[in-house]
T-cell receptor, first 114, second 114 residues
């Protein structure tokens, strides 16, 4: 069965410190992987994706994510957190051959404190 | 920048009433989706739609739900007889033909069932 896990409901980090939001997946074959951010009362905004190639992908707002095939992980990172990064973050995965379903993780609330 | 638009932004209805949520996907996209999110929590897949028919649906998408694309632009979700537990944020999303495509989400329609 396809699934995505975000093991942390909440991540707290001080402004200026590096942040990591974790994601692991279980999908048959080689998936496409995505990160989305959701601000309060807003829709989900695309941050970045891994398709193929370099395991480190860079996205919007200074975020990056590292694809690790052996650990089936796709952790979201940022070298220096901003208070404005505080939001809900969702990892998502899609099978390469199947457009019909994107699997979303349960979400991780990122709190960046001044 | 093209975007997915959803109406209404908020609808309040009585239990047992029919509700139609409307979406205008990005114009050259071919795959359309409805997701729902209860109280800022997990994003749950409802249904995907391609080539004017449902391509996949979840167990949530029972006989009370239906989707259609009546005029080639609008993509609607109908809930025939709303229940209290249908109260949620409903998100429409679309993606293009390119098989690396991420989902583009609308801002959502908040449904409150009293």
């Amino acid at each position: 069965a396809q699934s995505v896990a975000q093991p942390e409901d909440q991540v707290n980090v001080a402004e200026g410190n590096p942040l990591t939001v974790k994601c692991t997946y279980s999908v048959s074959g080689n998936p496409y992987l995505f990160w989305y951010v959701q601000y309060p009362n807003r829709g989900l905004q695309f941050l970045l994706k891994y398709i193929t190639g370099d395991n480190l992908v860079k996205g919007s707002y200074g975020f990056e994510a590292e694809f690790n095939k052996s650990q089936t992980s796709f952790h979201l990172k940022k070298p220096s957190a901003l208070v404005s990064d505080s939001a809900l973050y969702f990892c998502a995965v899609r099978d390469r051959e199947n457009f019909n379903k994107f699997y979303f993780g349960s979400g991780t609330k990122l709190n960046v404190k001044p | 920048e093209p975007e997915v638009t959803q109406t209404p932004s908020h609808q309040v209805t009585q239990m047992g009433q029919e509700v139609i949520l409307r979406c205008v996907p990005i114009s050259n996209h071919l795959y359309f989706y409805w997701y729902r999110q209860i109280l800022g929590q997990k994003v749950e897949f409802l249904v995907s739609f391609y080539n004017n028919e449902i391509s996949e649906k979840s167990e949530i998408f029972d006989d009370q739900f239906s989707v259609e694309r009546p005029d080639g632009s609008n993509f609607t979700l109908k809930i025939r007889s709303t229940k209290l537990e249908d109260s949620a944020m409903y998100f429409c999303a679309s993606t293009g033909l390119g098989n690396t495509g991420e989902l583009f989400f609308g801002e959502g329609s908040r449904l409150t069932v009293l």
